[in-house]
C-alpha cells in the first residue's frame, strides 16, 4: 500500500538556520505529493504541493522537489524564523484514489531566537 | 480561499454522552468531506468519508455506530462521537476538496479538541 515516511522530531533550530525535513514515499502509479503546516491549536494548512516528477513546490520561502528516482519530497527553507514553528506533514494522493490522501507521521519544528 | 469552518473548537463531555461536531464549507460546495482523527505525537488517521445524500464510507477500523456521520447539505457535514469514553479523547479534523481534480488540494478545518472525562 502507499505510505510516507517522515523524519521524527523534534527538530530544534536556531532563527535564520537552514531547514531541512526529509521525507519519503511510497506509492504505485504517479501520485502528487503535498506539504501541509499545523500551527499549535489550528488545523493543517496547505503549504505547497507537486504533481509530477521533477516538479518543485514553493511557498513562503519553503521549497521541496518531487524526485520520483528517491521517492522523496524532501522540505527545505533556507532561513527559519521563530513564527515557522509548528509540525509539518508530509503527505501523497495517489494516481487512482480520488480524494484520498496518506499523511506521514509530521515533524515538529521548533524555531529559537 | 476556500474556506472550512469547524466547530466547536473545543469541547468537554462527561463519560457516556454524545457529542456533535458540525464541519461547513463556507464559500464553495463539497460534495465530499473528509473526517480525521490526530493522536498525540501520531499523525492524522482518516476515519470517514462523507458523502452528500448518502452514506458515510468508513475506514477499517472505524466503528460507523460511534462515529456516526451525516452530510445532508453540499455545505455541512457533522461528526457524532456517541456514547464518549475517555479513549475518544483526541483531535477531530474534517476537510473538503475544491474542485473535482484528485490532485487537488484538500482544506481543513481548525479542528475540534474533544475531551472526555
Known amino acids: 500500500g502507499n505510505s510516507v515516511t517522515q523524519m521524527e522530531g523534534p527538530v530544534t533550530l536556531s532563527e535564520e538556520a537552514f531547514l531541512t525535513i526529509n521525507c519519503t514515499y511510497t506509492a504505485t502509479g504517479y501520485p502528487s505529493l503535498f506539504w501541509y503546516v499545523q500551527y499549535p491549536g489550528e488545523g493543517l494548512q496547505l503549504l505547497l504541493k507537486a504533481t509530477k516528477a521533477d516538479d518543485k513546490g514553493s511557498n513562503k520561502g519553503f521549497e521541496a522537489t518531487y524526485r520520483k528516482e528517491t521517492t522523496s519530497f524532501h522540505l527545505e527553507k533556507g532561513s527559519v524564523q521563530v513564527s515557522d514553528s509548528a509540525v509539518y506533514f508530509c503527505?501523497?494522493?495517489?494516481?487512482?484514489?480520488?480524494?484520498?490522501?496518506?499523511f506521514g507521521g509530521g515533524t515538529r519544528l521548533m524555531v529559537k531566537p | 480561499g476556500a474556506v472550512v469552518s469547524q466547530h466547536p473548537s473545543r469541547v468537554i463531555c462527561k463519560s457516556g454522552t454524545s457529542v456533535k461536531i458540525e464541519c461547513r464549507s463556507l464559500d464553495f460546495q463539497a460534495t465530499t468531506m473528509f473526517w480525521y482523527r490526530q493522536f498525540p505525537k501520531k499523525s492524522l488517521m482518516l476515519m470517514a468519508t462523507s458523502n452528500e445524500g448518502s452514506k458515510a464510507t468508513y475506514e477499517q477500523g472505524v466503528e460507523k455506530d460511534k462515529f456516526l456521520i451525516n452530510h445532508a447539505s453540499l455545505t455541512l457535514s457533522t461528526l457524532t462521537v456517541t456514547s464518549a469514553h475517555p479513549e475518544d479523547s483526541s483531535f477531530y479534523i474534517c476537510?473538503?476538496?475544491?474542485?473535482?481534480?484528485?490532485?487537488?488540494?484538500?482544506?481543513f478545518g481548525n479542528g475540534t479538541r474533544l475531551t472526555v472525562t
Open positions: 476537510s473538503a476538496r475544491v474542485g473535482g481534480a484528485y490532485n487537488s488540494p484538500l482544506h
Open positions: 503527505a501523497l494522493s495517489p494516481n487512482n484514489a480520488g480524494n484520498m490522501l496518506t
